[in-house]
């Protein structure tokens, strides 16, 4: 602030040794405001990463949720281990929407076929995984059902698992 007692000589003096301190000022706003911006891009990203982690789990449920219905609609081929068995086949047209051949399947080649339809939905729908299908020791009409997959990202792999 300038006084009226001060002389222009000591107003020169005055404002010789202000200069640049404004512009210090814009420099050290741009960085934290650089900083700050660097800050809300990565927390986007993790929100990417967790929604696509959240996505998969959601799938992983859905997909269980779905083996779980084939196995008690085919409850004889449940109790008899035709699902812990593993065994894929297409060749059973057993279950396909409007066929009246059905009935016609075994308990077996309807595990086959369900098995075969959903690891194809497994495959799709999560990326670099696998199954199993485990009888539970000691109650044969119980399973274990674990769907594994890779997280995009991360190099990490889940799994999810449900008895039934």
Not at 137 to 164: C, H, M
Request: glycine share 6%; with cysteine; net charge negative.
């Amino acid at each position: 602030m300038i006084s009226p007692r001060m002389t222009p000589k000591v107003i020169r003096r005055t404002v010789r040794n202000v200069r640049g301190v404004s512009l210090m000022e814009v420099l050290i706003a741009l960085v934290i405001l650089s900083t700050g911006l660097l800050g809300l891009a990565a927390l986007q990203a993790e929100g990417l990463r967790s929604s696509s982690s959240a996505y998969f789990r959601y799938s992983a449920v859905g997909l269980l949720n779905d083996i779980t219905d084939r196995m008690r609609a085919n409850i004889a081929g449940q109790q008899a281990g035709h699902y812990a068995a593993g065994t894929l086949s297409s060749s059973h047209q057993c279950s396909e929407e409007g066929s009246t051949a059905a009935n016609d399947c075994t308990a077996q080649q309807l595990a086959e076929y369900d098995l075969f339809q959903w690891n194809a939905l497994v495959l799709d729908e999560l990326p670099g995984s696998s199954w199993t299908i485990v009888t539970v020791p000691g109650n044969a009409t119980q399973n274990t059902i674990t769907v594994n997959w890779v997280e995009r990202d991360k190099n990490l792999s889940e799994s999810y698992t449900v008895e039934f």
